[in-house]
């Protein structure tokens, strides 16, 4: 009899072992992802989902998460490579694409979820915490926080007979 421990090379894996294993994927197969955004519309999901069957870059996202990742992020493709390092997060659920509990956004509904995100004007804090709970793209920390500075640097112009106000010295 052989007792083993983590590193032991003496480790057996028994079918007990094996169907726990198997339990785990299917537990992971069965979330709902969309239950969990209730923050996020069905008329916004529905437009997620157009927008991502049309996205040849989440075409190709899907792909390799249904056929498997390249071992080496050498022979990775371009478009892919912003997701290699969050690649074992990133699953696909009902034509949506997540990366753990937060949806991946297309390219081209990017600019439209950081007008959404800023849209309450709660600063860079509240709006990175915002876009971090529901969404995902690559590089959206630095996005949120260049439009959240565009936003601020826009010279406030007042309305006509308004008074101007200078800055206090």
Request: aromatic residues 8%.
């Amino acid at each position: 009899m052989f007792i083993a421990d983590a590193l032991s090379c003496a480790y057996r894996l028994t079918t007990e072992d094996a169907q726990h294993d198997i339990s785990e994927v299917r537990a992971l197969t069965e979330v709902q992802h969309e239950d969990g955004h209730s923050a996020v519309s069905p008329k916004r999901l529905q437009e997620f989902k157009r927008v991502t069957a049309d996205d040849q870059d989440m075409q190709q996202l899907i792909s390799a998460i249904y056929h498997g990742w390249l071992w080496r992020r050498k022979g990775c493709p371009a478009k892919l490579l912003p997701y290699y390092d969050g690649r074992s997060e990133l699953v696909e659920d009902s034509g949506l694409v997540y990366r753990g509990e937060c949806l991946v956004v297309p390219h081209l509904l990017r600019a439209d979820m950081l007008k959404e995100i800023h849209r309450s004007h709660i600063g860079i804090g509240g709006c990175l915490r915002r876009a971090r709970e529901l969404l995902y793209w690559p590089r959206i920390n630095p996005e949120v926080k260049d439009c959240v500075f565009q936003v601020q640097r826009v010279p406030v112009i007042p309305a006509k007979g308004m008074p101007r106000r200078t800055p206090a010295t």
